[in-house]
């Protein structure tokens, strides 16, 4: 037996004040890491004796006890994490988190709410998030919404909704095997993977996503989407939906969601926005403008833990007409009737909007962060980051040995090094192992991306730690490294 066992066999402590102590060491340890965010290196790979001690074990028989097993969670997983908690994290589209979320996460595991459904105050706390999202970006009041993973399953249900919606017959009972529906959907080849993915699940096929070209700011070319739905109609096809990209995963592009809405609303076309980071940009007063047209959407999903910092995962799903979101998951078998009274009222119940049963209290660590932070802040540091990005982007254009490879719409840099002796090839070879270099010296963490055919080195601005030396460490770092590397070519 271990020190933390309970004679009574339950799975609390023994000893409350010896477990109180742990929880004070652990969070002592926690604090102290987040104010000395900037001295660590920014990543380091993960020790061969490391990933031996996670690998080889079989599942416990005995437990060690609390104790060990946080000095084993200080050992092997807390020196090696992703790094998006460090100031020079620029890779992909990470946020960067908060004490604020973290504390919610810590809450929300002790009370441990399913959102399911019924009548609790966690489900009051989903609905009020859902409605000050619902607000943010002016959709009506009847809109309804779910905290669910991420964008990529809040696209998944905005187009199941879609589907639902748009499709003949009931799709429903008879999945799409009930007639010739030939479904198409559109969407800009700048668009995310995600929406790939949720076409193939909801078994409408790949190449019934057509991805419409994009102009010189890498947004969808309207004109060329009215041509593509055109030629599907003279060919047979049920055009049903188009996907707009409020912030490209590449580089920031917004689409004219104005002129798509409107497109939408003439041809009867669902229209979803994935506004994954790039729609809290309505944050912004400057910024907002951008974004005109993204109260028209049918469907929204957009991420908590991206721009907004809320801890790892949080997205949401914002549905136009709850009446379609309803009839699209609604399943209520008997285990699961709701009542008048008591703690199986409540209704409507979340799983009756989406996927899961069983569902977490997500929603606390939004509700702290929009509450305790506000809209003003979390918007100032949003506004930073663009005005940042647009910092680089002029030292990026002002130095000779550095080219930049996208107009930077919003905080996304693409850059390169250049070299004129270097073929093509080569200089996409010497800027990703730039990249790998930079992040195996801990210098700073950005990601790479294709554009034009060219290997680009990317910098996301997506986090409220970065400042400017950050940035320019960045650049010293790609130029010191670089010539390194040219110089042994
Ligand atoms: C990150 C991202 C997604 C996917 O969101 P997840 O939260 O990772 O599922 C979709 N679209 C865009 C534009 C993104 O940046």
New binding site residues.
């Given amino acids: 037996m271990s020190s933390d066992d309970r004679p009574d066999g339950t799975l609390d402590p023994e000893d409350w004040e010896a477990f109180r102590a742990i929880c004070h060491r652990a969070v002592d340890r926690m604090i102290e890491r987040w104010a000395h965010a900037r001295e660590r290196p920014v990543w380091q790979s993960v020790p061969d004796a490391v990933k031996d001690a996670l690998a080889g074990e079989g599942p416990p028989e005995r437990g060690i006890g609390l104790e060990a097993t946080l000095r084993r969670f200080e050992e092997l997983i807390l020196p090696y994490p992703t790094g998006n908690t460090h100031p020079r994290f620029l890779g992909w589209?990470h946020g960067s988190g908060t004490p604020v979320g973290a504390l919610a996460e810590f809450l929300a595991g002790a009370m441990n709410a399913n959102l399911g459904g019924r009548e609790h105050a966690p489900v009051h706390v989903e609905r009020q998030v859902i409605r000050w999202s619902r607000t943010l970006f002016g959709l009506p009041e009847g809109a309804s919404g779910l905290l669910v993973?991420?964008?990529?399953?809040a696209?998944l249900i905005g187009l199941a909704c879609a589907r639902e919606a748009k499709c003949p017959g009931d799709v429903r009972r008879e999945g799409l095997q009930g007639g010739p529906a030939r479904l198409t959907g559109y969407t800009s080849r700048e668009a995310?993977g995600?929406v790939t993915k949720a076409f193939e699940l909801l078994g409408l096929g790949r190449e019934h996503l057509r991805l419409v070209p994009v102009d010189a700011e890498l947004r969808m070319d309207v004109r060329a989407l009215q041509e593509a739905v055109a030629a599907d109609r003279a060919a047979g096809f049920h055009p049903f939906c188009v996907v707009a990209?409020a912030?490209?995963?590449n580089t920031g592009a917004i689409d004219d969601l104005a002129a798509i809405g409107h497109f939408c609303r003439e041809q009867s076309l669902w229209l979803h926005v994935?506004a994954?980071?790039g729609g809290l940009a309505v944050l912004v007063p400057e910024l907002a403008p951008r974004l005109a047209g993204i109260e028209q959407a049918d469907s929204l999903a957009f991420?908590f833990?991206?721009w907004l910092h809320v801890p790892y995962d949080a997205?949401c799903v914002l549905i136009r007409d709850e009446g379609i979101h309803r009839a699209t998951f609604a399943l209520r078998p008997d285990y699961l009737a709701a009542a008048e009274r008591g703690l199986a009222g409540g209704n409507p119940w979340f799983c009756e909007y989406g996927i899961d049963l069983s569902r977490g209290f997500r929603a606390l660590k939004v509700w702290f962060t929009l509450l305790a932070y506000g809209l003003d802040r979390l918007g100032e540091a949003i506004a930073r980051n663009c005005a940042d990005a647009a910092w680089l982007g002029e030292r990026v254009a002002e130095t000779p040995e550095l080219e930049l490879l996208a107009p930077v719409a919003l905080n996304i840099v693409c850059f390169r090094w250049r070299d004129g002796r270097l073929s093509p090839a080569a200089l996409d070879a010497l800027n990703a192992a730039v990249v790998a270099d930079l992040h195996e010296e801990g210098i700073a963490a950005p990601s790479t991306t294709q554009l034009d055919g060219r290997l680009a080195i990317r910098a996301c601005l997506c986090n409220h730690r970065t400042d400017r030396s950050d940035l320019a460490a960045l650049l010293e770092g790609v130029i010191t490294l670089a010539r390194r590397r040219a110089a042994t070519l």
């Fill in positions: 589209v993973g991420g964008t990529s399953t696209t995310h995600s990209t912030g490209t995963v994935d994954a980071f991420d833990h991206k997205g």
